[in-house]
């Protein structure tokens, strides 16, 4: 049954992806109230925040609340609480993500950030991170989600095309950088 929903959802996302709106006008609905392609429920790791909040209005307009309320959760907490305006293609992902785990695994599934926006200070600091890491133009999240194996993490992130997909033992990272990068960490 799961084979054949992640399937059937592959194919839905081939067909609708980039669009935060699909053509009839309707976002993509997971069944559970406000998990969809316009919401992202999401925890932070390291402060233990978290929110549940729109991205997109109807009209497919970025939602200027909900963006900033998703970067301020996103900012660099470990360095002093810096901030930067994360790119709403990456919630747009996030929150396909979402809808897609949701859809597969029948019940709410939660995205918990273990990384989001970096200063090039700390990113400097971390071992193996990129130089011009997307992380320090707020266009890459490292994630789990609960109760998901990474491995479909992975699998509905490539369905909804992300551009860059790094497997980690403990998370994925996402991003909307340049297009086609694979790797593992």
Same mark, same amino acid.
């Given at each position: 049954? +799961?084979?054949?929903?992640?399937?059937?959802?592959? $194919?839905?996302?081939?067909?609708?992806?980039?669009? #935060?709106?699909?053509?009839? =006008?309707? #976002?993509?609905?997971? /069944?559970?109230? /406000?998990?969809?392609?316009?919401? $992202?429920?999401?925890?932070?790791? /390291? !402060?233990?925040?978290? @929110?549940?909040? +729109?991205?997109?209005?109807?009209?497919?307009?970025?939602?200027?609340?909900?963006?900033?309320?998703?970067?301020?959760? &996103?900012?660099?907490?470990?360095?002093?609480?810096?901030?930067?305006?994360?790119?709403?293609?990456? &919630?747009?992902?996030?929150? @396909?993500?979402?809808?897609?785990?949701?859809?597969?695994?029948?019940?709410?599934?939660?995205?918990? $950030?273990?990384?989001?926006? !970096?200063?090039?200070? +700390?990113?400097?600091?971390?071992? =193996?991170?990129?130089?011009?890491?997307?992380?320090?133009? *707020?266009?890459?999240?490292?994630?789990?989600? @609960? /109760?998901?194996?990474?491995?479909?993490?992975?699998?509905?992130?490539?369905?909804?095309?992300?551009? =860059?997909?790094?497997?980690?033992?403990?998370?994925?990272?996402?991003?909307? =950088? +340049?297009?086609?990068? !694979?790797?593992? *960490?």
């Amino acid at each position: 049954r +799961r084979a054949l929903l992640t399937a059937a959802a592959t $194919l839905a996302l081939s067909a609708a992806w980039p669009l #935060p709106v699909r053509a009839n =006008g309707w #976002p993509l609905q997971s /069944g559970f109230a /406000g998990l969809d392609e316009q919401h $992202l429920w999401i925890r932070q790791t /390291g !402060r233990a925040e978290a @929110t549940h909040t +729109r991205i997109r209005l109807d009209d497919g307009q970025p939602d200027p609340n909900g963006v900033a309320d998703l970067s301020w959760l &996103f900012r660099d907490w470990r360095d002093g609480d810096a901030h930067h305006w994360i790119d709403v293609r990456l &919630f747009d992902l996030l929150a @396909t993500v979402q809808t897609f785990t949701t859809l597969v695994h029948g019940r709410p599934t939660e995205l918990v $950030l273990n990384s989001g926006y !970096r200063t090039a200070r +700390r990113n400097a600091t971390i071992e =193996g991170a990129a130089v011009n890491s997307q992380h320090i133009h *707020g266009r890459a999240a490292d994630i789990t989600v @609960t /109760g998901v194996p990474n491995s479909d993490v992975r699998q509905v992130a490539e369905a909804a095309r992300a551009q =860059g997909i790094g497997r980690y033992a403990g998370f994925t990272h996402l991003d909307v =950088g +340049r297009p086609g990068r !694979r790797w593992r *960490g």
